[in-house]
Antibody
C-alpha cells in the first residue's frame, strides 16, 4: 500500500526541540523529492522544507531556516524533520508529502495524515 | 514571504461552474508554468487536483481544470457537486524560495 505515516508530534515548551519522522511504504523513497508542509490550526498550508532523492540538496522556508533540519534515510524508507528553538508560531499539523515525479514544478501527489506539534508553556 | 492571493470564499449552486483565482507576481505564478492546486476537506490531508498549471493527475475528475494568464492562475470546477465543498489551495514555484502556497479559498455549494 502506497502511503506516508508521520509520527513524533507532541506538546513541547518554547525553546524546546522535537524530531518528526515519516515512514514511507509501497514505493521507492529514493526516487522522490520529499517535503514537509505544515498547517497551523484554522490556517492555510505553509511549505517548510524539501530534500532531493539522494539527500544532497535541501531547501527551507525563511521562517524555519537555521532552526529546522530535514534529512532522510532511504534504506529505512524514512524522512525526518529536526526542529529546534521552537516557538508558538511553529504550532501546526506537520505533513510529509511526496513531490509528483511527472511534474516539473512543486506538486505533491501523496500526503500523510499529519502529526500535531504544539508549542506551549 | 507573502503567500499567493486567493479569494477567501467562492460559492455556487449544484451544476454551476465556479472559478478560483490565484494571483502572484512575475517571480512565481507569472514567471513559470509551475502552478498546482489542492483540495482539502475538513480534517483531511490535501489532495492534488492540478499540476503544472493544467495537468490532471490520474483519478481526478475532468470537471476540474486549470489555466493561467499573466500573474494569475485559475482553477475551474464545472458541474459543481456537493462533494466539491472544501478548501482549495494554489501553489507555485517561486524564484527566491522554491515553494509558496496561496492563502486558501473556501468553496461552498449552495
Amino acid at each position: 500500500q502506497v502511503q506516508l505515516v508521520e509520527s513524533g508530534g507532541d506538546v513541547v515548551k518554547p525553546g524546546g526541540s522535537l524530531r518528526l519522522s515519516c515512514a514511507a511504504s509501497g514505493f521507492t523513497l529514493s526516487d522522490y523529492y520529499m517535503n514537509w508542509i505544515r498547517q497551523a490550526p484554522g490556517k492555510g498550508l505553509e511549505w517548510v522544507s524539501y530534500i532531493t532523492g539522494g539527500g544532497s540538496t535541501k531547501y527551507y522556508a525563511d521562517s524555519v531556516k537555521g532552526r529546522f533540519t530535514i534529512s532522510r534515510d532511504n534504506a529505512k524508507n524514512s524522512l525526518y524533520l529536526q526542529m529546534n528553538s521552537l516557538t508558538a508560531e511553529d504550532t501546526a499539523v506537520y505533513y510529509c508529502a511526496r513531490w509528483e515525479l511527472a511534474a516539473a514544478g512543486p506538486s505533491f501527489d501523496l500526503w500523510g495524515r499529519g502529526t500535531l506539534v504544539t508549542v506551549s508553556s | 514571504q507573502s503567500a499567493l492571493t486567493q479569494p477567501a470564499s467562492v460559492s455556487g449552486s449544484p451544476g454551476q461552474s465556479i472559478t478560483i483565482s490565484c494571483t502572484g507576481t512575475s517571480s512565481d505564478v507569472g514567471g513559470y508554468n509551475y502552478v498546482s492546486w489542492y483540495q482539502q476537506h475538513l480534517d483531511k490531508a490535501p489532495k492534488l487536483m492540478i499540476y503544472d498549471v493544467s495537468n490532471r493527475p490520474s483519478g481526478v475528475s475532468n470537471r476540474f481544470s486549470g489555466s493561467k494568464s499573466g500573474n494569475t492562475a485559475s482553477l475551474t470546477i464545472s458541474g459543481l457537486q456537493a462533494e466539491d465543498e472544501a478548501d482549495y489551495y494554489c501553489c507555485s514555484y517561486r524564484s527566491i524560495s522554491p515553494v509558496v502556497f496561496g492563502g486558501g479559498t473556501k468553496v461552498t455549494v449552495l
